[in-house]
């Protein structure tokens, strides 16, 4: 299921030329006025497929290419309108990047365009007792921690573990699995947070 | 009208008015000095004044009518005439009289203290004058050097503040900036101008390191540089950290020794100001001797210090360790270890000192680059930045918020809606509620910062809503967003979604100027300050005719088969009609022949809709339309 309807027949006029124009486009064919972002999903929005597994260097290049010509600097001396719908698409683009490039974000929109009917609350199990469990030791050993390498140590562990869950997630995805990855993904977010932890405690233990 | 309009074949029109190569100019506004360069087919140069060097001191005197001296001069009056000069002003910029509370005892000036609601005003030669007000006078002298160099007058500017300056210091900025006549293109952060300086001189790839240690603020950010692209990872600093409190540091040492000597029980104003003069020099001096003696003398007394390059690093060093902390912590933010980094940059003045180079050479466990003159990358990178943006250009700057952006909660907390080291432009919203049945008014407090609790963060505005129509507790939904622009601006927009209130709110720092103090200033500072309003709506509104005139060569070229001879005459008619406003300076007659060239090409665009739905309903694609109508 995607929450994107399929735009790519209609036709829709430029705000410049007001000549036809494909909807979703980001520039006219006919003035190439810069038009405002359509409302499309994340991955619509640069182009690719709905994954979890994602080459980064690639998304990189799409975004690089993107934001080169969508980006406000390439606007700075064009009307007032053309800055605004510059700005909307270039926050777009930025929003879209950030959540496609990390493994969090990417699993839990995923599961959104893709859960919609597994999972009606979404995937919040937050109030896993193991977890909670779980989370309570590991703060007091980060408490108790007298120096870096303690600190680094439970880092290190939580890092490790977290290869193996975006591994886990992938492979639940690639099975249509999707209370799996929802599963998967609740972990992935209570090691992210520990990791946030971790790295205040940090800067505490000199 | 007695002029002979030409007729011009649809699609040979010439451009409406040749497109001026209107030069833009990059100011490194910096606490101890500024610096203006311009950049021409990528070739940036430093603009000097009539004495050779490129460095303006960014020290005003202010005479009693309020007129102003900038620079060298300026300096040269510090001791002879302390009550009448301003120095270091970059440091108070966006703050707030609490603000500075703490730095008072430190700060060279008079504050006027009555109102401590709004901007931190000083008291100069009788003179009430806000930050903003001197750091455009500072502004104005860097753009009369530019005009003078460049033979033309520069309107529009690249200005670049520190990386970790708040929304309040980039407001003030660009407010300053409108006091002097510049146009902002762009608000540049310092480390990411001077990558660009280096990074396009070397064609450099991968990550690297700025460190920015200028007279009053830290910055250091992590970039990662791709095929023209600057992408900054993470940024951190501290804007009250710099080579003026290295200078503190000293003078205090010399003024414990001399109080000492003298058996004084205290020091004076005047002391205090030869004392910090002392310190600057014999820092400065230690950079290339190992030691050294100076002399203080105030009040008719005299007393001898010396110090060497070991004791200075003793006084300073804490404060380097505090800068290289802060490396630690972008690097961690950016999840990079130091050995994949592949450069460090130095940037600003105070990277001059030894202990400085010495440490940042350990931390990243590499030489550091100081290839560009550190005074002078900032602007150089600002000036190839204004080309790009006024020239078009191939690199692209993403740069990032350096500090979180949130609103407060319940219990004077705060809840963190755009979290630091994000790419700008961003948009993000939250949803709040409410928590008394029959509320119908919210306040909405927007506070800046990495701690938890509201009154420990900069607090940026404040604003209300109302009209939320009573419901119960807990019913209405307030989506609040906050959209950061690329200049790392902040607008902060609220509705409430079962009704659809909104309230709009350009975020105006608590300590920034109100919009009419800022038109009062505007009115004050400029003579032609009208004629200047006047020059630029008449400005927008050639662009927006441009704008719209191209739109219409390019439609007729793609459909001009669409047209028979008469309607192709009417519209290229009106096109001469609009290029000929647009060529005198009534700004109302473009703006009218700009619209009366929408209303004639309107049928033109609806045959042109219709066309296009109808080849998309047989399956052609509309990207091919253009080929297809030739």
Redesign the interface.
């Known amino acids: 299921m995607n929450v994107t309807p399929d735009i790519s027949?209609?036709?829709v006029?430029?705000w410049?030329?007001?000549?036809?124009?494909?909807a979703g486009?980001a520039f006219?064919?006919?003035?190439?006025?810069v038009q405002p972002p359509a409302g499309v999903d994340h991955f619509v929005r640069l182009g690719m497929a709905v994954d979890f597994d994602v080459d980064i260097s690639a998304l990189?290049g799409i975004y690089?290419e993107l934001?080169?010509t969508l980006?406000?600097?390439?606007f700075?001396?064009?009307?007032?309108k053309?800055k605004a719908y510059s700005?909307a698409q270039?926050?777009a683009i930025?929003?879209a990047?950030?959540t496609i490039k990390d493994p969090l974000k990417r699993a839990d929109y995923i599961i959104n365009i893709k859960g919609v009917n597994v999972m009606p609350d979404g995937c919040n199990l937050v109030n896993d007792p193991s977890i909670l469990m779980e989370a309570m030791e590991v703060r007091e050993k980060l408490a108790a921690a007298e120096n870096i390498s303690d600190v680094d140590a439970v880092a290190n562990q939580a890092r490790e573990e977290m290869k193996d869950i975006v591994a886990g997630i992938s492979l639940a995805f690639r099975g249509d699995d999707i209370e799996g990855a929802c599963q998967l993904t609740t972990r992935l977010k209570y090691l992210t947070k520990l990791l946030d932890e971790v790295?205040q405690r940090?800067?505490q233990v000199v | 009208m007695a002029t002979l309009l030409q007729i011009h074949e649809p699609g040979e029109t010439p451009q409406p008015h040749e497109s001026k190569s209107e030069l833009a100019i990059g100011i490194d506004l910096g606490t101890t000095n500024s610096v203006v360069a311009v950049s021409r087919d990528n070739k940036p140069d430093v603009l000097k004044g009539d004495d050779g060097t490129a460095l303006v001191p960014s020290i005003v005197a202010y005479a009693p009518d309020g007129s102003a001296i900038v620079g060298v001069l300026a300096k040269g009056l510090l001791l002879s005439r302390p009550g009448a000069v301003v120095s270091s002003i970059k440091r108070l910029m966006g703050r707030g009289v609490e603000d500075i509370k703490s730095l008072a005892g430190q700060l060279p000036y008079e504050i006027e203290n009555e109102n401590t609601q709004g901007m931190v005003r000083l008291r100069v030669q009788g003179n009430s004058l806000t930050p903003v007000e001197i750091s455009a006078d500072i502004l104005k002298a860097l753009k009369e050097r530019a005009d003078e160099n460049l033979g033309e007058s520069v309107t529009k500017a690249v200005i670049t503040v520190p990386a970790y300056f708040d929304d309040a210091g980039r407001v003030a900025t660009k407010d300053a900036a409108r006091l002097a006549g510049l146009e902002v293109l762009r608000l540049v952060a310092e480390p990411t101008a001077a990558a660009l300086a280096y990074g396009l001189d070397a064609g450099a790839e991968g990550l690297y390191a700025v460190f920015d240690l200028g007279g009053g603020t830290f910055d250091v950010s992590l970039l990662r540089m791709q095929k023209g692209v600057f992408q900054v990872l993470a940024t951190g600093g501290d804007a009250a950290l710099g080579g003026d409190d290295f200078d503190h540091a000293v003078a205090e040492y010399f003024l414990g020794q001399r109080t000492e000597k003298l058996h004084e029980k205290s020091f004076s104003a005047d002391e205090a100001k030869v004392a910090l003069m002392t310190a600057r020099i014999a820092k400065e001096c230690l950079t290339s001797e190992e030691s050294g003696e100076w002399v203080i003398e105030a009040g008719g007394e005299t007393s001898r210090h010396s110090l060497s390059r070991d004791e200075l690093e003793q006084l300073i060093g804490p404060m380097v360790g505090k800068a290289i902390k802060i490396c630690s912590n972008v690097l961690d933010d950016g999840g990079v270890s130091t050995d994949e980094i592949k450069g460090v940059v130095l940037v600003g003045g105070s990277t001059r000192v030894p202990l400085v180079r010495k440490r940042v050479g350990e931390f990243f466990g590499r030489e550091p680059l100081a290839d560009i003159d550190p005074d002078e990358v900032v602007a150089i990178g600002a000036a190839l930045q204004a080309e790009a943006l006024t020239q078009g250009s191939d690199t692209l700057l993403l740069d990032v918020i350096p500090l979180s952006l949130g609103l407060e909660t319940m219990g004077g907390l705060v809840e963190k809606v755009v979290h630091r080291n994000t790419t700008i432009p961003v948009a993000k919203a939250q949803e709040f509620t409410t928590f008394q049945d029959g509320q119908t008014a919210m306040s909405i407090h927007v506070v800046q910062g990495e701690r938890e609790m509201v009154d420990q963060n900069r607090s940026l505005a404040r604003f209300n809503l109302t009209g939320i129509p009573p419901m119960t507790a807990g019913a209405a939904r307030i989506r609040v967003t906050f959209q950061v622009d690329a200049d790392g601006l902040l607008t902060v927009s609220a509705n409430e979604d079962s009704t659809g209130i909104e309230s709009q709110v350009e975020v105006k720092p608590s300590y920034g100027l109100s919009d009419e103090e800022m038109a009062t200033m505007l009115r004050a500072s400029m003579e032609h300050a009208k004629d200047d309003m006047e020059l630029r709506l008449l400005t927008e509104a050639r662009v927006e005719a441009e704008r719209a005139m191209n739109a219409v060569e390019a439609a007729l070229k793609a459909d001009c088969s669409l047209l028979d001879e008469g309607e192709r005459a009417a519209i290229g008619r009106q096109i001469d009609v609009v290029m000929a406003a647009c060529r005198g300076s009534e700004r109302d007659l473009i703006n009218a022949e700009a619209e009366n060239l929408d209303t004639v090409t309107r049928p033109f665009a609806e045959k042109r809709m219709d066309k296009g739905i109808n080849d998309a309903l047989k399956g052609a694609p509309v990207s091919k339309l253009e080929s297809k109508a030739d």
């Open positions: 027949k209609q036709v006029p430029c410049s030329c007001h000549g036809p124009l494909q486009s006219c064919s006919t003035c190439n006025a990189d690089f934001q080169r980006h406000p600097d390439r700075a001396t064009s009307t007032a053309e700005q270039a926050t930025n929003d990047y950030e790295r940090r800067t």
